[in-house]
């Protein structure tokens, strides 16, 4: 299993600032991703984010707009940046251990005003 | 990876055996059938997965068709803290990523 920690929990940013959203992982793990869930949806994946690599983008979400890092096994960072309304959203961290299942992160509550 | 067609809603008895269809009609030979829930303002907890035959673990069942072109999940003895969003979700094998569908929203009644 793995313990996943995200801050901040919550969050009400203007629009045209930038967030930087921390996951924490309690173990090493290669694989993780990052989801939106906006309000009343399902999860929505972002990109991949491979310790070693560049993150891969799901097609609608760019790198400019969700820069994320991976500097090592256990942590990453995803920031959404020149925030509008429309960016409010849980935004989710997952990892895939190996031989386990998907774990996920508590989520990041944003709203932009 | 192949869709999935979920009931938007259904309620359950306290007690009662709660049992959730999906269809996925187009799934591929290796393709696994995998359940997650989400319980309100929590991330998405696993619940199960199989890829043909029926499996069993201390959450759930799961009854995959022979066809493997639908599945059930079974909660035995549904609880008001299994009220929540479940998803059904195909995947290739391990190691890939989860798509997630609309879900079905359980609301277990007492």
């Known amino acids: 299993s793995a313990v996943i920690s995200q801050k901040p929990s919550r969050d009400i940013c203007q629009r045209g600032t930038s967030l930087t959203i921390q996951c924490q992982v309690d173990?090493?793990?290669?694989?993780m991703f990052w989801y939106r869930q906006q309000p009343g949806q399902s999860l929505t994946l972002i990109a991949t984010?491979?310790?070693?690599?560049?993150?891969?983008?799901e097609s609608g979400f760019v790198i400019d707009k969700f820069p994320i890092s991976r500097p090592n096994l256990t942590f990453s960072t995803l920031t959404v940046s020149n925030m509008s309304p429309e960016d409010s959203s849980i935004y989710l961290c997952?990892?895939?251990?190996?031989?386990?299942?998907?774990?996920f992160g508590p989520g990041t509550r944003l709203t932009v005003t | 990876d192949a869709k999935t067609t979920q009931p938007p809603s259904m309620d359950c008895a306290e007690g009662r055996a709660a049992n959730l269809p999906c269809n996925h009609s187009?799934?591929?030979?290796?393709?696994?059938v995998y359940w997650y829930r989400q319980i309100h303002s929590q991330g998405p907890q696993y619940i199960i997965h199989?890829?043909?035959n029926n499996e069993t673990n201390e959450m759930a069942s799961l009854i995959i068709t022979e066809d493997r072109k639908s599945s059930t999940l079974i909660l035995p003895h549904a609880t008001l803290r299994d009220t929540a969003v479940y998803y059904c979700?195909?995947?290739?094998?391990?190691?890939?990523?989860?798509?997630f569908g609309a879900g079905t929203i359980l609301r277990v009644k007492s």
């Open positions: 173990s090493q793990v290669t694989m």
């Open positions: 997952s990892v895939l251990p190996p031989g386990t299942e998907q774990y």
């Open positions: 979700i195909v995947r290739v094998g391990y190691g890939n990523k989860l798509v």
């Open positions: 199989g890829l043909k």
């Open positions: 187009t799934i591929s030979g290796n393709e696994y």
């Open positions: 984010a491979n310790q070693g690599s560049e993150a891969t983008y």
